[in-house]
């Protein structure tokens, strides 16, 4: 059996990353996948001592995760797992690593349910869990309004408007809404999740 070579495909994807993505990409750009959520769920892998065999699985769908924005904006979700299902063979992944992957990249898709606007990962499965807590690490981080700012900006060029403080009354109530599904993204982020949403209350005056 071939083991898989995730250093080829990580600069296999990376680079379709830097030459692919819109530059209007303030939040999704490369920095997203690279500087963020491949080392958030590396961290979080560790900190819920997952096999090796896992973590290899969690750090793939990382890096594949937000490739389907080289095609488009909304619903890329679909294109990453199709673009993971093509290239990931030629890098030595097996069918059944492949078809897990597929589902853990679509973990991090944002729904609405109950009228909220939330990520759903199957509540059996770790690594969908693991994934979602790296895809929205920075909601619990003391940059996140820095971080938030650039994913307004993203979607004004989206046509989706929001003045900064209609922008902290979206933040505000996604972050409510907002759950981390594994003991290890609640452990390092919920304190600061809580500070986040402090802050934004205060800056809008709510009590």
């Given at each position: 059996?071939?083991?898989?070579?995730?250093?080829?495909?990580?600069?296999?994807?990376?680079?379709?990353?830097?030459?692919e993505l819109n530059s209007?990409?303030?939040?999704?750009?490369?920095?997203?996948?690279?500087?963020?959520?491949m080392p958030a769920a590396?961290?979080?892998?560790?900190?819920?001592?997952?096999c090796k065999k896992d973590q290899l699985l969690l750090n793939t769908s990382a890096l594949y995760h937000?490739?389907?924005?080289i095609e488009k904006h909304?619903?890329?979700?679909?294109?990453?797992?199709?673009?993971?299902?093509?290239?990931?063979?030629?890098?030595?992944y097996s069918n059944a690593q492949i078809q897990r992957i597929g589902k853990?990249?679509?973990?991090?898709?944002?729904?609405?349910?109950?009228?909220k606007y939330v990520q759903d990962p199957n509540p059996n499965d770790i690594l969908q869990q693991l994934i979602c807590d790296a895809d929205l690490d920075s909601l619990g981080r003391e940059d996140f309004f820095r971080v938030g700012e650039t994913l307004r900006l993203e979607l004004i060029e989206y046509g989706m408007p929001k003045t900064p403080i209609e922008w902290l009354g979206c933040q505000l109530e996604f972050q409510q809404n907002h759950s981390y599904?594994?003991?290890?993204?609640?452990?390092?982020r919920n304190d600061g999740k809580e500070k986040n949403i402090k802050r934004i209350k205060e800056i809008l005056g709510i009590e």
């Open positions: 059996m071939t083991k898989p070579n995730f250093q080829a495909a990580k600069v296999y994807v990376l680079q379709r990353l830097e030459t209007n990409l303030h939040y999704h750009g490369i920095h997203h996948t690279r500087d963020d959520v590396k961290k979080l892998g560790k900190l819920e001592r997952i937000d490739i389907g924005y909304e619903q890329n979700e679909a294109i990453a797992v199709r673009i993971a299902n093509q290239t990931l063979p030629g890098f030595g853990i990249i679509m973990a991090t898709q944002l729904k609405v349910i109950d009228g599904f594994t003991n290890a993204a609640r452990n390092l």
